[in-house]
């Protein structure tokens, strides 16, 4: 599985943006960018997921790099709810190996500061 | 839809004992999965189910055992406890739609402590 690199740690101040960065530099081309977070206590849940073109929902947009080779997730305006786990993590679209399974690595834990 | 409900919420176990860990869901999806994370890690997959009656081992899954009889269910089996599977444990479903598995619902997790 294609591995994924985030910062242990960020900060952000409140209704600031914050920009999220993952490197995956062995990213195959059929491989999906997902994202997920985990708050405080509480299982993961779904951000957002891309495989070429930026996204964008009514959480987060992610913008990937042309060449696919990193990723960053955008929170418009951090609130003290986004405080979390970020994880970033490839999943295989196709074939096989297409099972949904998610190997998650440590993530980003983001600060939000009133 | 309650989605991925996980009984119990909370559970301690002396070493030897077993238990079943029981994860449901109710949005018809063919894909289960198990989960553990242990204290400030990231999760790791120890089981996971692509349909009823097919299940196959993840990253981690020496001293558990699954089985998949019906859709909805997927329960966790551990066989006598250690005390490193202390942890928390998750249970996830994932629909497939148009060839695609994208997102997964995550339950609230099940807290195991071996004592």
């Known amino acids: 599985d294609a591995k994924t690199t985030q910062p242990n740690s960020m900060e952000s101040n409140e209704e600031e943006p914050v920009h999220l960065p993952c490197n995956h530099s062995?990213?195959?081309?059929?491989?999906?960018i997902h994202w997920y977070r985990q708050l405080p206590s509480q299982g993961p849940e779904y951000v957002i997921h891309?495989?070429?073109s930026n996204v964008n929902n009514r959480m987060a947009s992610l913008a990937i790099a042309e060449d696919r080779k990193s990723s960053t997730l955008i929170l418009h305006r951090a609130t003290l709810r986004d405080a979390a786990v970020y994880y970033c993590?490839?999943?295989?679209?196709?074939?096989?190996?297409?099972?949904?399974?998610?190997?998650f690595g440590q993530g980003t834990t983001l600060q939000v500061k009133p | 839809n309650a989605g991925v409900t996980q009984t119990p919420k909370f559970r301690i176990l002396k070493i030897g004992q077993s238990m079943t860990l029981q994860c449901t869901q109710d949005?018809?999806?063919?894909?289960m999965y198990w989960y553990r994370q242990d204290p400030g890690m990231g999760l790791k997959l120890i089981y996971y189910?692509?349909?009823?009656?097919?299940?196959d081992k993840g990253e981690v899954p020496n001293g558990y055992n699954v089985s998949r009889s019906t859709t909805e269910d997927f329960p966790l089996r551990l066989e006598l406890a250690a005390p490193s599977q202390t942890s928390v444990y998750f249970c996830?479903?994932?629909?497939?739609?148009?060839?695609?598995?994208?997102?997964?619902?995550f339950g609230q997790g099940t807290r195991l402590t071996v004592v």
């Open positions: 996830a479903s994932s629909p497939r739609t148009g060839g695609l598995i994208t997102e997964a619902f």
């Open positions: 062995t990213i195959s081309g059929t491989d999906y």
């Open positions: 891309g495989l070429t």
């Open positions: 993590i490839l999943s295989p679209t196709f074939g096989s190996s297409n099972t949904g399974k998610l190997i």
């Open positions: 949005m018809n999806h063919n894909y």
């Open positions: 189910s692509v349909g009823a009656g097919i299940t």
